[in-house]
């Protein structure tokens, strides 16, 4: 079966870039869903970034879209986040997954980025 | 774009059944019937529990259910279990191609 896993630095110093990867294991990313992420702050909700497809069209979330980077590589499989000039509030477990026609189906474990000053 | 509106806890009796809402706009609840809901445990990542307003996923129990009216989507969980504490999102499409979350309820077994 499909499975999603996040790999990337786990601290980012205030107004660098993050950037984060998630290797996509088990089946193809070029299928009919979208490859999104999601982040959570610390005791805190859901917060959707942002989508793509393997084609290349993107969808973001207009309240950090002059931030966020979403990209696929089709030949490693995998697809990829960059939000740039992070601060603190950036602080978050970051989560990959894929979207299909049931909802947000398949996710990766998270993983946790600290934004240190 | 505001996140959807969630009551932050719910709690109930074991066997109890309990509804959790989910509040939003006619350009997202209210105008697609693109409504999914999550659980989520401590520590780890979230669980589709319903797509498409009503629908379950293949292995979820049919103690849970969904259903939509007007602008607020809503979760019930009959037969309320020990199992079922946890935090639920809901979520939607909106007419911007954007997925928006709502702010998570805590549900508590009393």
């Known amino acids: 079966q499909v499975q999603l896993q996040e790999s990337g630095p786990g601290l980012v110093k205030s107004s660098e870039s993050l950037s984060l990867t998630c290797a996509v294991s088990g089946g193809s990313i070029s299928t009919f869903n979208w490859w999104t992420w999601v982040r959570q702050p610390p005791g805190k909700g859901l917060e959707w970034l942002g989508e793509?497809?393997?084609?290349?069209?993107?969808n973001y979330n207009q309240s950090l879209k002059s931030r966020v980077t979403i990209s696929v590589d089709k030949s490693k499989n995998q697809f990829s986040l960059r939000l740039i000039s992070v601060t603190a509030a950036d602080t978050a477990v970051y989560y990959c997954?894929?979207?299909?026609?049931?909802?947000?189906?398949?996710w990766g474990q998270g993983t946790l980025v600290s934004v240190s000053s | 774009q505001s996140a959807l509106t969630q009551p932050a806890s719910v709690s109930g009796s074991p066997g109890q059944s309990i509804t959790i809402s989910c509040t939003g706009s006619?350009?997202?609840?209210?105008?697609?019937?693109?409504v999914s809901w999550y659980q989520q445990f401590p520590g780890k990542a979230p669980k589709v529990m319903i797509y498409e307003v009503s629908n379950r996923p293949s292995g979820v129990s049919n103690r849970f259910s969904g259903s939509k009216s007007g602008n607020t989507a809503s979760l019930t969980i009959s037969g309320l279990q020990a199992e079922d504490e946890a935090d639920y999102y809901c979520?939607?499409?909106?007419?911007?191609?954007?997925?928006?979350f709502g702010g998570g309820t805590k549900v508590t077994v009393l």
């Open positions: 006619n350009n997202d609840i209210g105008g697609y019937n693109y």
């Open positions: 979520s939607s499409y909106t007419g911007s191609s954007a997925l928006l």
């Open positions: 997954a894929r979207v299909a026609r049931n909802g947000v189906d398949i």
């Open positions: 793509i497809y393997h084609s290349g069209n993107t």
